[in-house]
C-alpha cells in the first residue's frame, strides 16, 4: 500500500470516530448562532446543531464509500484485467434507500416539534406591533400608543423596532406592494407569526430575506430590545409626536 493511501485511510479513520464524538456531546457549538436571545433560539438551536452532525455524519460515510473504489477496485499498474467488476448488490441496494429514508424521517419529526413550539399561540400577550413591508423599508405600528404611532422607515435611514426584554410580543405581518420576508438572523426565523419571544437586552440586525424587488438589498431594519420602563418610554414619545 503506498504512503499516500495510508495517509488517506488515516485521515477517514480519524474523521469518524470525531464525527461520532461530536454526536455524543451534550453541549455543541452554536454553529454561528447565539444561545438564549430568544425563546426560538431555546427550540431550534439543537435542531440546527442536530442537522450539522447528521451532514457531518453522512458526508464522512459517503466519502469512504467514494474512495474505497478508487483504491480498492481500480486497475493495479501492470495488471492484465480490470478487477473484479459488480453490477447489482441488492443489499445494498435496498440499505442506502432505507437509511436516508431514516435519517429524513427523524429530521422530519423534529422540525414539526420545534415548528409547533415556536407557533404555538399563546394568552396573555402584553404588546402588539405591526409589521409591514413597503418597497423598500419598514412600517412598524404600536397600537398602544394609539392609531398614529407608526414608524416608518426609507432606505437612507432604516427604522429601529422596540421590544420590550422578557414580555410577550404579537406581530402582524403585512405587505402592501409584494411579498417581503420579516427576518431577524439573530433569532434564527424568517417571522410570519410570532405571539411571544423572551430576549436578551441588545440591538439585533434585520432583513428581508425575499427577493422583491429591484432595491430588495436595501430593506433593512434594527431590532432594539429594551427594558420594560424603556419601552414605556418609547411609546410615551411616539403618543407625544402623534398628538
Same mark, same amino acid.
Given at each position: ?34 444561545? !438564549? ?18 451532514? !457531518?455524519?453522512?458526508? $464522512? ?27 447489482? *448488490?441488492?443489499? +445494498? ?15 422530519? =419529526? ?22 409591514? !413591508? ?10 398602544? =400608543?394609539?392609531?398614529? =404611532? ?25 405587505? *402592501?406592494? +409584494? ?13 410570519? *407569526? ?18 422583491? !424587488? ?8 434594527? +431590532?432594539? $430590545? ?18
Amino acid at each position: 500500500m503506498s504512503a499516500r493511501m495510508k495517509r488517506t485511510l488515516s485521515l477517514l479513520g480519524l474523521s469518524v470516530p470525531a464525527t461520532l464524538f461530536l454526536t455524543g456531546c451534550s453541549k455543541v457549538s452554536g454553529l454561528g448562532f447565539e444561545e !438564549g436571545v430568544t425563546s426560538v433560539n431555546d427550540h431550534s438551536l439543537s435542531l440546527w446543531q442536530g442537522a450539522w452532525i447528521a451532514a !457531518g455524519v453522512v458526508g $464522512v460515510f459517503t466519502l469512504i464509500l467514494i474512495m474505497w473504489p478508487v483504491f480498492f477496485h481500480r486497475l493495479k499498474k501492470d495488471s492484465p484485467e480490470f478487477p473484479k467488476q459488480t453490477q447489482y *448488490n441488492v443489499p +445494498v441496494e435496498v440499505l442506502y434507500t432505507v437509511i436516508p429514508f431514516i435519517i429524513v424521517a427523524v429530521l422530519f =419529526a423534529y422540525t414539526v416539534k420545534a415548528q409547533t413550539e415556536i407557533t404555538a399561540k399563546t394568552t396573555g400577550t402584553a404588546h402588539e406591533i405591526s409589521v409591514e !413591508g413597503i418597497q423598500w423599508s419598514w412600517q412598524f405600528g404600536y397600537s398602544e =400608543a394609539g392609531p398614529d =404611532a407608526v414608524v416608518t422607515g426609507t432606505p437612507a435611514q432604516p427604522p429601529t423596532l422596540y421590544l420590550p426584554q422578557g414580555e410577550k410580543v404579537r406581530f402582524t405581518i403585512t405587505a *402592501n406592494d +409584494v411579498v417581503h420576508g420579516f427576518w431577524i438572523p439573530a433569532f434564527m426565523i424568517q417571522m410570519q *407569526n410570532l405571539p411571544g419571544v423572551t430576549n436578551k437586552l441588545g440591538t439585533y440586525p434585520g432583513r428581508c430575506n425575499i427577493l422583491c !424587488g429591484r432595491n430588495h438589498t436595501q430593506m433593512i431594519f434594527t +431590532v432594539k $430590545v429594551v427594558t420594560p420602563s424603556e419601552y414605556q418610554n418609547y411609546l410615551d414619545t411616539l403618543k407625544a409626536s402623534a398628538a
